[in-house]
């Protein structure tokens, strides 16, 4: 079955540091990936997605993801956070093997210490 | 502006009551979803639908109910037989595989305390 897991439940990170905030899937098959922010209290807005063709994607408020077929991975970067970053960051991939319903990664918090 | 609008925002229920969440949206997707979030848990799957008057079981269906007599509206009843029904859900829609993979809209939540 298919599986995404988020490695770091919580990401502490100085204001204007980089971060980057991993995700790994399992599939066999042919993959759309996403990256989703919740701040508190609200529902989830679309950072990015990946549905094909160059491997680095650009999403809002600075965001950007790499995918790597070969590790499997979609991890999420931005190369200085801000405050208003602090969120919950949840990775979801869709595919055939889950008839395109999104499969979610149990999220990672994003803490931004000033 | 297109988009989902769950309501109310917070609502507070007394154990052994039935209570009814609202989702509406307009956004002219055919698929509508139900999520649960506890804390440290990530999303689980209540109930989906696809299509006008039909929708499946997700994950932790138990003790809920839903119904899909419209294409916009898709709402969710906790019903007494849930046991923990505390935590936040949120209502989604998409336009249904394989058409399109784009991702699917929130709306804004639904936070239900039992009181």
């Known amino acids: 079955a298919q599986s995404v897991t988020q490695l770091d439940s919580q990401v502490p990170v100085f204001e204007e540091a980089p971060v980057e905030l991993r995700c790994n899937y399992s599939s066999s098959v042919s993959v759309y990936l996403f990256w989703y922010v919740q701040y508190p209290n609200q529902g989830l807005q679309l950072l990015l997605k990946y549905l094909s063709g160059s491997t680095l994607v650009k999403g809002i408020n600075g965001f950007e993801a790499e995918f790597n077929k070969s590790q499997t991975s979609f991890h999420l970067r931005k190369p200085s956070v801000h405050i208003s970053d602090t969120a919950e960051y949840f990775c979801a991939v869709s595919s055939m093997d889950s008839n395109y319903q999104l499969i979610w990664g149990a999220g990672t918090k994003l803490i931004i210490k000033p | 502006d297109g988009g989902i609008t769950q309501s109310p925002k917070y609502l507070f229920r007394k154990e052994g009551q039935n209570v009814t969440l609202s989702c509406e949206q307009n956004l002219n997707h055919d698929a509508m979803y139900w999520y649960r979030q506890d804390p440290g848990q990530g999303l689980r799957l209540i109930y989906y639908?696809?299509?006008?008057?039909?929708?499946q079981k997700g994950d932790i269906a138990e003790g809920y109910s839903v119904s899909r007599e419209k294409k916009e509206s898709f709402p969710l009843t906790v019903t007494s037989a849930q046991k923990n029904p505390t935590a936040f859900y949120l209502c989604?829609?998409?336009?249904?595989?394989?058409?399109?993979?784009?991702?699917?809209?929130f709306g804004s939540g639904t936070r239900l305390t039992v009181v």
């Open positions: 989604a829609s998409s336009i249904p595989p394989p058409s399109g993979v784009y991702g699917y809209t």
């Open positions: 639908s696809q299509i006008v008057n039909d929708f």
